[in-house]
Nanobody, 114 residues
């Protein structure tokens, strides 16, 4: 599975961005897809995941601000980010999991700054 993340950019605090992660094949059979991020000098951390059944789980730091959704017809998962804060600045990566195998996309940079 190849994953292509896009949608990053520069946004002011309080603003919104939507990231997309397009898969090279159907995502219906994937166990889950998720978003991770890595800020400068920090370890990569989980942002949130969505399971094949549509259940979602988020890091406490983004709950109520970020939403993950999926469009099976487009083989794409989205990360809607609202009320962005400077501490959300990071490279965002998408990940897919299936039967014990994991696949990472390339990162997309999100910078939250005035």
């Amino acid at each position: 599975v190849q994953l292509q993340a896009s949608g990053g950019g520069l946004v002011q605090p309080g603003g919104s961005l939507r990231l997309s992660c397009a898969a090279s094949r159907s995502i219906v059979s994937l166990n889950y897809m998720g978003w991770y991020r890595q800020a400068p000098g920090k370890q990569r951390e989980l942002v949130g995941i969505i399971t094949s059944g549509g259940s979602t789980n988020y890091a406490d730091s983004v709950k109520g601000r970020f939403t993950i959704s999926r469009d099976n017809a487009k083989n794409t998962v989205y990360l809607q980010m609202n009320s962005l804060k400077p501490e959300d600045t990071a490279v965002y990566y998408c990940k897919a999991g299936m039967d014990g195998d994991y696949y990472w996309g390339q990162g997309t940079l999100v910078t939250v700054s005035s």
